[in-house]
């Protein structure tokens, strides 16, 4: 057996690998970069038109990373391998996976995965769309396609592959952590490397001076002006990456404001792009000189979009039905992407087969990460002939006096492909009977499965050749057969054809589909389950099949068993172990890294942790022994880094951390973060008092609020946000805080806390964030919610009517707003409340309300959700009664004829003139004696059903509008006092049939 290469026999092997394939062997900066793509190599190199393809080794210096030494995995110099193929060579996955096979990784023996993650840089105005590479669990390169940099468009596209050196030196060598890998024959990485890792974590962590770090970034920054004013492009991009560093330090001394960063970041951003600007104008003054330079052997071996079966599109058309296939073959999309593309499809494939006069049988659509397919049974071999009905001019200006057709109807006629004397009259219009004879299947699909492509959306879509078409990822191959034949198009640069490809761990081989019947056998004889809801089932019964061996279950949440089932072709589950001392850490941690980072599914017994896991790898279960091995590796790797966060947090209280705040911006014009707490402590008493808690309650939910930001600050938060609050509750705890106080703090995220503690602070978070950002001008606009009040509000109206608490949200707005830096006007109240309301009446629409009862009710009770969904509910019941036309009737009746009355009148008996409206105010006096207080739909109703007859009867004998204005205000007083008995309960004047 081979001994696995060394380090450095890594990059040698990787720099022969890639010179072999046309590229230049650069070499590593001379400044600090915290990546390899911020080498001009790679940052300035990507801009233009040039062809570009390079590969260098790059030591990146990330200070926060640094651990001193102490992490098996985190570094805070670490060393990347970074390859820059432009354009793409049309296989750049297929690239990649050959240089892994080089370095002795076999993709038949592990678990190789592309995983979405779509790269950006802030400080360097780049981004790009692709995935991280895994092998077995562990995250070894970043595979990019370049859309933009410094601001500017890459045109074009770019791919960047960037290795983690240190994590596949790790996987190659079996060892336990960077320490212990084999540098050369004779020293190990930390033979060379530990004392520099000791050494500047402890300056980047302790002994940086954050006032001197500052005063250089504005020399750096002004430096970077100087030599951009004398058009000197490569020293000006050198004090960007000198001000890229000084940030990194400055970030890592915890120096850097939410606010404050982006401020950094929009300065940086800002320099970038005028050195972009400048390095793409100076290429274009030299006339771009790699245009005429760069022949074919100093690109990268490339290939055409994949279709090697040469299209068998000359079979005669059949008489007969037949089956249709479109695949769509795509680089790896990302799991959400692949659920949108599936329901657009369910949805754009009939309707446009439908538009287009195909007549076809049972429809269905497949999907993986790598295929997009709709199979049409039936399909008949040509649409049916049809008639367009065509309007032309008015017949008037169609034809003369004499009946003679004018060059308006001449021209109509000719426009539409009919004999002039084919034109009819119709309703005073010239129509012509446009007929049209049915087109062979084929050549309308031709047309038709392109158009099919193209009407996909995606949230974020990229380019990648010189199509300049965009999509999820990139297109790489297009079956499409109707029967045998092939449905000849080409879209994306790319031929349709008969070709699908196999399985990844297989190297994609290409698939021959004889014809669309036998796709589905062909696919599936190949390992490929297509079928995303059997997939899903084979996970999951896998998943607790395996988990069953340890006595336990497996903890299956819906979300990630979705996502899962969209990563993978193959699925297999399999389990995996770890020390059981890591059990010591808070479940939420475990089960947080296990799901999000790795996409493992925990294995539990009577609710309690085991020290399992279970993977699911995209393949077979061949050496199914190594892929474990590889993931209980990064598990470790992972649960040590959260034991490291997590030991260094507890060195300390909880609460000392809370002044830690005051470092940490929660918006400009509003404050930290610490500023935030004082007034979520400050409202959250006056909150306590609404909801009527007592003293002890009252006592904990200000102790609660007091410290419910403060996790924040430590450092297993910093690390993995979505534990917010969790860490709070576990640090709160060990701090010695009661189980009530550290139950509300860990409650405050929740969209609905359990307990009345976690509602007061969670309440007195939300509408700190309603009043302070709505002040601040920050409310949402469009699709643009950055600080996620849409989803505050819509907290807050669930809380108060789950808990069915009585709560007055315009006392606590107000209450709200006294607290903060901004002065609030009537108008902004105005807004929030409006803003509250909006998303009640989505979320008691969404309940099957009807929307007329919703909007009656919160035109009056809006500011208490409790009372005002019990409203909804009773009004409907009401609503649906034989007998409520009636009701409405006699209630609209008094409303309409007093609702435009300035002047609200007094009644006085003595002025009344008839028994009409004598009886009336008997019955509106003798109405429950709780009239005034009623506060309900049924109340309301309850006491003004029994005044319908004389409602009536009054209307049938009285004249309100009496020419003697005392009788007149006394009758529409009388009126008035009816109309106003649903003040504050609902405006039935909203419903349908007032």
């Known amino acids: ?273 005028e050195v972009a600007e400048a390095y793409v104008e100076q290429r274009k003054q030299l006339e771009y000189p790699f245009l005429q330079t760069t022949n074919e052997r100093h690109s990268p071996q490339t290939t055409r979009e994949r279709q090697t079966t040469k299209p068998n599109n000359q079979l005669p058309i059949t008489d007969h039905s037949q089956t249709l296939l479109f695949e769509i073959g795509v680089e790896e999309l990302p799991a959400a992407d692949l659920d949108s593309a599936l329901a657009q499809l369910r949805e754009l494939a009939p309707k446009m087969l439908a538009e287009a006069r195909l007549t076809h049988g049972e429809l269905k659509v497949y999907g993986t990460p790598r295929r997009l397919a709709v199979m049409a049974k039936e399909l008949l071999p040509r649409q049916p002939d049809a008639e367009r009905i065509v309007r032309g001019p008015a017949a008037d200006r169609a034809f003369d006096k004499d009946g003679k057709p004018t060059q308006a109807a001449i021209g109509f006629a000719k426009k539409n492909n009919v004999p002039v004397e084919a034109l009819e009259v119709r309703d005073n219009y010239v129509v012509a009977v446009v007929r049209e004879t049915g087109k062979p299947a084929v050549e309308v699909l031709s047309d038709l499965l392109p158009r099919m492509i193209a009407a996909i959306k995606f949230d974020k879509t990229m380019r990648w050749n010189a199509s300049g078409v965009a999509f999820s990822r990139p297109i790489r191959w297009l079956a499409a057969l109707l029967g045998e034949a092939v449905i000849p198009f080409e879209y994306a640069g790319v031929e349709s054809g008969n070709v699908s490809h196999g399985l990844r761990p297989l190297g994609s081989p290409e698939i021959r589909i004889e014809s669309a019947d036998k796709y589905l056998e062909t696919i599936r004889a190949n390992g490929i389950v297509i079928d995303s809801a059997e997939r899903g089932a084979l996970v999951e019964s896998g998943a607790r099949q395996v988990a069953a061996a340890t006595g336990g279950e497996a903890l299956i949440q819906p979300d990630l068993l979705a996502e899962v089932t969209n990563l993978i072709e193959q699925p ?238 315009r006392v606590a707005l107000r209450a709200a707003g006294a607290f903060q830096p901004i002065p609030l006007s009537n108008e902004t109240y105005d807004q929030i409340s409006d803003f509250i309301a909006g998303r009640l009446r989505v979320l008691l629409i969404d309940s099957s309300f009807r929307y007329d009862v919703v909007d009656a009710v919160l035109a009056e009770r809006w500011h208490d959700p409790y009372q005002a969904k019990k409203s909804v509910m009773e009004l409907s019941e009401w609503v649906a009664r034989p007998d409520w036309p009636t009701t409405l009737a006699a209630y609209s009746r008094c409303v309409r004829i007093t609702r435009d009355q300035k002047q609200q009148f007094e009644v006085i008996p003595a002025n009344f003139a008839t028994e009409a409206e004598k009886n009336l105010w008997d019955a509106y006096q003798s109405a429950p004696t709780t009239l005034e207080a009623v506060t309900s739909a049924d109340g309301f109703l309850t006491a003004f059903t029994p005044l319908i007859p004389a409602i009536t009867k009054f209307f049938d004998e009285v004249l309100v509008m009496d020419e003697d204005a005392k009788v007149r205000e006394n009758r529409l007083g009388l009126l008035q006092k009816i109309a106003g008995m649903a003040k504050g309960v609902a405006e039935l004047s909203r419903l349908e049939g007032f």
Request: net charge negative; charged share 25%.
């Open 1 to 273: 057996m081979t001994s696995p290469l060394s380090f450095q026999s890594i990059i040698i092997t990787l720099e022969k690998f890639w010179a072999e394939r046309g590229c230049l062997i650069w070499q590593p900066y001379n400044h600090q970069v915290g990546a390899g793509t911020m080498n001009p190599a790679t940052f300035l190199r990507v801009l233009g038109p040039e062809p570009w393809n390079v590969a260098y080794a790059e030591p990146s210096i990330r200070p926060d990373d640094g651990r001193y030494g102490e992490n098996p995995n985190r570094l805070q110099q670490h060393y990347q391998y970074q390859v820059i193929l432009k354009p793409d060579p049309g296989n750049p996955q297929e690239l990649y996976l050959q240089s892994l096979e080089a370095l002795g990784i076999n993709p038949r023996q592990h678990d190789i995965r592309f995983v979405e993650d779509n790269w950006e840089s802030p400080a360097l105005g780049a981004w790009g769309l692709g995935w991280e590479v895994w092998l077995d669990g562990q995250e070894i390169t970043q595979f990019t396609y370049f859309q933009q940099a410094g601001g500017l468009t890459c045109d074009p596209v770019s791919v960047e592959l960037t290795y983690g050196l240190e994590r596949i030196a790790i996987a190659l060598q079996n060892v336990k952590g960077f320490r212990e890998i084999q540098w050369s024959q004779a020293l190990k990485y930390g033979d060379v490397n530990l004392q520099g890792e000791q050494e500047h974590s402890k300056y980047y962590f302790e002994i940086a001076d954050v006032e001197r770090l500052r005063q250089m970034y504005s020399l750096y920054e002004a430096e970077c002006k100087a030599a951009l004013a004398a058009g000197l492009v490569l020293p000006a991009y050198d004090y960007v990456l000198k001000c890229s560093h000084t940030f990194n330090v400055l970030d890592t001394r915890g120096a850097i404001g939410v606010t404050e960063r982006a401020g950094f970041f929009g300065k940086m951003r800002g320099l970038a792009r």
């Open 572 to 809: 297999t589950p399999l389990l995996g172990q770890f020390e059981s001392d890591y059990l010591s850490l808070p479940d939420d941690v475990l089960i947080s890294v296990m799901k999000k980072h790795q996409r493992y599914f925990p294995v539990v017994k009577l609710g309690k942790l085991l020290p399992y896991f279970i993977a699911v790898r995209n393949g077979d279960d061949q050496h199914l022994d190594m892929v474990r091995e590889g993931n209980e590796h990064v598990i470790r790797a992972r649960f040590a880094d959260a034991n490291y966060f997590v030991r260094e947090d507890v060195k300390q209280t909880f609460e000392a951390f809370r002044p830690r705040l005051s470092k940490l911006t929660f918006q400009a014009r509003l404050g930290s973060m610490l500023d935030k707490s004082e007034r979520i402590h400050k409202l959250a008493g006056t909150l306590a008092t609404m909801l009527a808690l007592d003293g002890n309650q009252k006592k904990d939910v200000l102790r609660a609020a007091y410290l419910c930001k403060a996790d924040l600050a430590t450092q297993m938060v910093v690390e993995m946000t979505s534990l917010q609050g969790i860490m709070g509750r576990e640090y709160a705890l060990r701090s010695g805080e009661t189980e009530a106080v550290a139950r509300a703090i860990g409650e405050q995220y929740q969209s609905v806390p359990s307990s009345k503690l976690g509602l007061a602070v969670a309440l007195a978070d939300r509408l700190d964030s309603l009043a302070g950002l709505f002040a601040a001008g920050l409310a949402p606009t469009g699709a643009k919610d950055p600080f996620g009040l849409r989803r505050a509000a819509l907290s807050v109206v669930q809380s108060l009517m789950e808990h069915e608490v009585d709560f007055d949200l």
